[in-house]
Structure formats: C-alpha cells, structure tokens
C-alpha cells in the first residue's frame, strides 16, 4: 500500500517524465511541478504523463505545500546543488536525482548541520533495484569473488553538445556516479592503490580518464577504466571461483558464463577457436525506464530496500575524489 499518494516535481524534463509516468502507473498523482520559466519547452511533453499537474516556476511552493505528500527533485546537473539543503532539509520524502552536489564536502557539511538523520529521502540510484543487479549481488554475497573488473566510457563530445562545455569537468560525478554507486553497492568499500590520470588529446573540451585498480575491504582486486569514446563493451565482470563469470553488459543484461564451446578449424577459417559458454541471461524488464518503477513504488512506499541513502550519495562522491 502506497503511503505518498500527491506527489509535487522539481523539473519537467526527461527523467520527470518517465518519473511522473510510473508515479501514475502505481496510483500516485501528480499534483505540481517547476519548470525555468513559464514557457519551458518541457511542459508540453510533461503534462503527457501528468496532465493534470500545475505548472509552477517557484520549487518552494512545491516543498512549502501541504497537501503534497512527497517531493521528486530532478532538475538539471548545474541546479540540483543549490538545492541540496533544501532537499534535504525539507520534512518531506523526496526522491533525489543524481547528483545532488558535485563533491562530497557540501553534502557533509549539510548532513553535519542537520539536528535528525534524513533518513526518508531516497537518492535516484535505480540501477540497484534491477532484477540482474539483485542476482549479481546475491552471488557476491555467497563469495568466491577473486577479482572484478569494470568499464565505463563516456562520449564527452556528445554531452557537450547537449549540456555544454561547462559539464565536461563534472561528467563523473554527473554521469558516471550510477555506475560508481552500483559497484560499491556490490563490492562494498574500495581503496584505490593505483589510480593513472590521462589526460585525453584530440577533444575539444579537456576529459581525464582514469585506469587502475580498486581493492575490496576483503583485498578482492577490481580492475577500473573510466575513459572517453572507449568502444568496449560497458559494464561490470565478476570472477569466481567455480568457474563462472558473470558479466553485467550492458548493465540492465547479466549473463553468466561457464567454460568454453569450441568451433573446430574450418576450410575458410583455420584456426580452432573458444567462445565463453552461456549458462544462463537475465534481462531487466524494459516496459517503462528500467528501474524507475521499482525505484517509486519503493518511494511511494516508504520501504526503500537497496535503495541508495544519503551515506551512500556521499560516498560515491568521496571515491570519485579518491581517483
């Protein structure tokens, strides 16, 4: 049983929308939601999913009224920090959308000011309540990890083009944040020991890529690679030792591996060759945005399960710092 039903949003762009869609497909109502200006481009394409929602420019009437019982915050990547004590200081539960700072020490700072723990605000991390992250975690937990390793890659060009150069310097923690939070959400804490900043050429816009390696709390390695324009196959691998592989790519498939099919020399290609053996795929359900729907039903809840808290917001930040 739901316990938010009025639901208020700060922002009407794209992730709202696929929020507002779910919210409504899960019995909650769209009450209110903020755009830039009254003539936003957004609302049009936002009241299809909440069509009867009012169209406000002001985000305290959203979090000031009460007859709205929870709060969704996604806003742009440049706006959500100033709004972050607001967010978190509101009595509210809010759904926060990544990311709500850019570094760690305002959110410490804010969470230290604080007399009570926000303990009823769930951070936009959604990959963890896919069925394949679930599976995957479930496995780590049983143990057997001998190492991991991990890639993401970032097309800077791209994001430029649709956010402006401004957003270079922060695509980690912007983008890469739900990639970092998943692996801490599976491997628990990491210590990089040896981290290699490179400093990318032939970009319009400087990017650091980073490579190197992670350790466990229980010393299991993890292989990292955070690179521009790298075409490799995006996602997460894990090692173990009965044999198996499974690898999250991309990160809404895991499909678990176990030795190898050989194909024998053929007239038109002589060499034997090994593929790795499929045991089994699973695949995230993709009706609506993965994720979303049970990312709010767990919001409208209040039961939030793997949901991402606040000292976890912090600490996906505080190992983006660390590389």
Not at 31 to 54: I, L, M, R, Y
Request: hydrophobic share 40%; glycine share 8%; proline share 7%.
């Amino acid at each position: 049983m739901i316990t938010i039903v009025k639901l208020g949003f700060l922002g009407a762009g794209v992730a709202a929308c696929h929020h507002a869609a779910v919210a409504r497909v899960l019995g909650g109502e769209v009450v209110a939601a903020t755009t830039s200006s009254g003539n936003s481009p957004n609302w049009e394409k936002f009241q299809q999913h909440a069509p009867d929602a009012e169209q406000l420019t002001n985000g305290d009437e959203i979090l000031n009224n009460p007859d709205i019982d929870g709060v969704v915050a996604c806003m742009s990547w440049d706006v959500m920090p100033l709004w972050a004590e607001r967010l978190l200081k509101c009595k509210k539960p809010v759904l926060i959308e990544k990311p709500v700072t850019l570094t760690a020490a305002p959110l410490q700072a804010i969470v230290s000011s604080l007399d009570y723990k926000p303990d009823n605000k769930l951070f936009g991390y959604n990959r963890r309540y896919y069925d394949p992250v679930i599976r995957l975690k479930k496995r780590i937990n049983e143990g057997g990890l001998k190492a991991a390793s991990v890639i993401i890659s970032e097309a800077v060009q791209d994001h430029v083009k649709r956010r402006g150069k401004k957003v270079v310097e922060h695509l980690i923690p912007f983008i890469c944040s739900h990639t970092i939070d998943l692996i801490l959400h599976l491997f628990g804490t990491l210590h990089p020991v040896d981290i290699r900043p490179y400093h990318e050429v032939g970009l319009a816009h400087p990017f650091i890529s980073y490579n190197g390696m992670l350790l466990t709390a229980q010393g299991t390695p993890i292989n990292i690679g955070i690179n521009a324009n790298d075409p490799s196959p995006m996602g997460v691998r894990c090692l173990f030792d009965d044999g198996t592989t499974w690898h999250l790519s991309p990160l809404e498939v895991l499909t678990v591996f176990k030795g190898y099919e050989i194909q024998q020399p053929t007239a038109d290609y002589k060499i034997r060759r090994y593929t790795p053996k499929i045991m089994e795929q699973h695949f995230v359900d993709t009706t609506m945005k993965p994720g979303y729907k049970e990312q709010m039903a767990a919001f409208l809840t209040g039961n939030y399960g793997p949901g991402a808290t606040i000292d976890d917001a912090i600490d996906v930040l505080k190992l983006i710092e660390s590389l």
